[in-house]
Every structure is written in structure tokens, then in C-alpha cells.
């Protein structure tokens, strides 16, 4: 769907979501998302209005056309990055988030977190686990 790369942002390189995940054995859907990446040389809020364009389009997809559920896998929001901050990073896991266990800092790659040492991301974490969990309610 030609229509579709204007959620890409300028990022001509990809795969086709749609089209690939019609084979009915696949049973999900899935996504990474690397916007520091795909983004390179954008602010913060580039990287946010991404974030908040391209996985809904993806969402979308997967429930209207493709009638699967979508996983959302990878993202990338690496402490190591110039300019990181932890406010940027909390602001980035409103919409993801990828969580390490105490004593796994040995693997650090910059995209972990560590819930105790980050309380202000252990809320936000918990904050967003509410409302998955309110969802079952519904």
C-alpha cells in the first residue's frame, strides 16, 4: 500500500507489514521501533511524534485488515545516546517500555531499564500496567 510510507517519515527502507503478515500462519503481528536511529539527527520530539504516528498505524492495521494481534517487541531509546535524559526516556516509555531485572547490568546495552534505582519509571511502568489491566474489564 504505497499510501502507508508516509507513516515512515522520510525512512524509505522497510518491509511491507501488511502483506507480510496476511499468511495464515502467522498469528500475530509484530514490530521493533528504532526512531534515534531511523530519525538520526532529530530532536526528542521528532522521535515522539513518530512514536506516536507509527505504531498506531501498525495497530490499526493488525486489527482492521490483518484481524491479529500485534506484538510490540523492540524499541530504542538508548541511554548511550548524545543528549540522553532520564525525563526524555520516561517521556518516550509512555508509549513502550523494556524492563531488566536487578543484578542483569551486566548485559547493559544502554536500552535496559532497572526498575530501582528509576522510580520515576517504576511509576510510569505501573501506571501503564493499571490501565492493560483495566482493560480486561471492559
Same mark, same amino acid.
Given at each position: 500500500?504505497?499510501?502507508?510510507? +508516509?507513516?515512515?517519515?522520510g525512512?524509505?527502507?522497510?518491509?511491507?507489514? $501488511? @502483506?507480510? #503478515?496476511? $499468511?495464515?500462519?502467522?498469528?500475530?503481528?509484530? !514490530?521493533? +521501533?528504532?526512531?534515534? $536511529?531511523? /530519525?538520526?539527527?532529530?530532536?526528542?520530539?521528532? #522521535?515522539?511524534?513518530?512514536?506516536?504516528?507509527?505504531?498506531?498505524?501498525?495497530?490499526? &492495521?493488525?486489527?482492521? $485488515?490483518?484481524?491479529?494481534?500485534?506484538i510490540?517487541s523492540?524499541?530504542?531509546?538508548?541511554?548511550?545516546?548524545?543528549?540522553?535524559?532520564?525525563?526524555?526516556?520516561?517521556?518516550?516509555?509512555?508509549?513502550?517500555?523494556?524492563?531488566?531485572?536487578d543484578?542483569?547490568?551486566?548485559?547493559? &546495552?544502554?536500552?535496559?531499564?532497572? /526498575? @530501582?534505582?528509576?522510580? @520515576?519509571?517504576s511509576?510510569?511502568i505501573t501506571?501503564?500496567?493499571?490501565?492493560? !489491566? +483495566? /482493560?480486561? #474489564?471492559?
Amino acid at each position: 500500500m504505497p499510501e502507508k510510507k +508516509a507513516i515512515n517519515h522520510g525512512y524509505q527502507v522497510g518491509t511491507d507489514f $501488511i @502483506s507480510n #503478515h496476511l $499468511i495464515k500462519e502467522i498469528d500475530s503481528t509484530t !514490530i521493533h +521501533a528504532y526512531p534515534d $536511529i531511523w /530519525l538520526s539527527g532529530k530532536d526528542d520530539s521528532s #522521535h515522539m511524534a513518530f512514536m506516536q504516528r507509527w505504531p498506531t498505524s501498525h495497530l490499526t &492495521d493488525s486489527d482492521a $485488515i490483518l484481524k491479529k494481534p500485534m506484538i510490540f517487541s523492540e524499541f530504542r531509546k538508548s541511554s548511550k545516546d548524545p543528549g540522553y535524559s532520564l525525563s526524555a526516556r520516561d517521556s518516550f516509555l509512555n508509549a513502550v517500555w523494556q524492563v531488566m531485572a536487578d543484578g542483569m547490568q551486566s548485559y547493559d &546495552d544502554g536500552y535496559e531499564i532497572v /526498575l @530501582s534505582p528509576n522510580p @520515576s519509571t517504576s511509576s510510569l511502568i505501573t501506571q501503564q500496567s493499571n490501565k492493560m !489491566i +483495566a /482493560l480486561d #474489564h471492559v
